[in-house]
């Protein structure tokens, strides 16, 4: 705050350079900087992450993950200007899902092959419809909108390493930034999931087996990414999916923003915690297999993506809802189930 | 007296959907006896224009944290956040953080 009293007009200079007036503070080191000072910081600690963490060789083709938000608008552009700096020789794919949610995703994509021809990447979109048979309006239509986000957030995943596949691509990066491993750290740590609180932090992830999938902006701050994209005029869409937030996210999102209000560095803080964490040996961890039907990665006889289809496809949608371990033998033997059991099964009246 | 000032205010990166979904708006804030600082401006904001849900917006009496504001094109973290004086023709974005990315 300014001991100078009520706010005064002058600038403040650049710290770094000392020339320009600076058009930000930056959350994590508190250094007001100017436009082209924090746009080189910006970019040089991307680079920073890539080259300490290793993420990628040269030669190397590498599909981004993009949605058409801020973040993967961001990551898109950073990743072009570093490849050409740094001489990384790398083949960067625009990599999109299509969700099937009208009004949303077909909006964004708009965005998305718009930033194609900025960027001049090439664009592969897949969709759920030719993956799995269904839009994610079709499986609302079945299954409400109360479990909707799980089939999406099992679907994408899987989505995005069967779209990389088809390019033969491989290394996927996503947009996440420091925020929102922040907000996983903590969600994981309430919910008490170990497992996935000692891989959230990872900045690769999945090198046995699946394509490796690395987190480029990881240590980069949400408002950062922000003014950058609003400085450099990048163009991306924000407007929150039409099928409702995650609730449990949103408000981890809020406490970690308003911590963040209080003391900036928290949101490293939270991410420094989760690297730190280690969990006694004697803790059992789920060990991860290989679904008996697609031959994704699985810690069950079947994967999540084919327990859900399954469910959706027998009109069963709760069969991926919740632990039914139990039945995954009569699934793969094709077994009818039981009227007892389906009655569970069952969508919800509404 | 301090006369009126006329504003450019800017919403955007899901903040508008809180503003019937329009992004620019050019406001006219009338004289009144103590100069317009950014503390008034919310209130003035909060009264006029917000169409829904006013507490995604305003918490307590600044602005929810996850929103960024910028005067004149800088964070306005530098420029003294809620005593900023407000001048005439000043520029003032408000962009959210908190919608997907």
């Known amino acids: ?350 | 007296m301090a006369a009126p000032i006329s504003l450019h205010l800017e919403f955007g990166g899901g903040a508008e959907l809180l503003f019937d979904g329009v992004k620019n708006h050019h406001v006219t804030l009338p004289s009144q006896s103590e100069p317009w600082n950014m503390k008034q401006l919310l209130l003035w904001i909060k009264g006029n224009l917000l169409k829904e849900r006013p507490e995604l917006f305003i918490q307590g009496d600044t602005v929810r944290p996850g929103i960024l504001v910028l005067i004149n094109d800088a964070d306005w973290e530098l420029m003294g956040e809620m005593d900023y004086r407000l001048q005439h023709q000043d520029n003032v974005v408000f962009i959210s953080t908190l919608h997907g990315g």
């Open chain 1, 1 to 350: 705050c300014s001991a100078a009293g009520p706010a005064s007009t002058m600038p403040v200079p650049c710290s770094h350079c000392q020339k320009s007036s600076a058009v930000l503070r930056r959350p994590k080191t508190g250094h007001s900087l100017c436009r082209p000072c924090f746009f080189w910081a910006f970019e040089e600690e991307v680079h920073q992450t890539i080259a300490s963490a290793r993420l990628f060789r040269p030669g190397e083709t590498v599909g981004i993950g993009a949605s058409g938000g801020k973040d993967s608008t961001v990551l898109a552009h950073v990743l072009k200007v570093l490849n050409e700096r740094h001489g990384y020789g790398l083949n960067l794919i625009l990599l999109s899902v299509d969700e099937g949610i009208t009004g949303y995703r077909d909006d964004s994509l708009e965005t998305v092959k718009r930033n194609q021809q900025q960027y001049d990447l090439p664009l592969k979109i897949v969709s759920y419809e030719e993956l799995y048979g269904w839009t994610m309006d079709a499986i609302v239509k079945q299954v409400g909108l109360k479990n909707n986000c799980t089939f999406c957030g099992v679907f994408r995943r899987q989505a995005l390493d069967r779209g990389a596949m088809m390019l033969g691509v491989d290394k996927i990066c996503t947009g996440h930034n420091a925020d929102d491993v922040a907000e996983t750290v903590l969600m994981n740590f309430l919910r008490g999931d170990i497992a996935r609180l000692r891989r959230c932090t990872a900045i690769t992830t999945g090198s046995e087996g699946a394509i490796p999938r690395c987190k480029p902006l990881k240590y980069a701050y949400e408002k950062e990414i922000v003014l950058y994209a609003y400085f450099k005029k990048l163009d991306y869409f924000s407007t929150e999916c039409v099928y409702s937030p995650n609730a449990y996210r949103g408000h981890a999102r809020a406490f970690l923003k308003d911590l963040e209000s209080v003391r900036p560095s928290a949101i490293v803080d939270v991410i420094h915690s989760g690297e730190n964490l280690s969990v006694k040996e004697d803790v059992r961890m789920p060990v991860q297999g290989t679904c008996a039907r697609c031959g994704y990665i699985s810690s069950q006889r079947l994967c999540k993506a084919c327990v859900l289809l399954e469910g959706l496809n027998r009109g069963l949608p709760k069969l991926g809802i919740g632990k039914h371990h139990r039945l995954h033998e009569k699934l793969l033997a094709r077994q009818p189930l039981t009227e007892q059991e389906e009655r569970k099964l069952r969508a919800e009246e509404f």
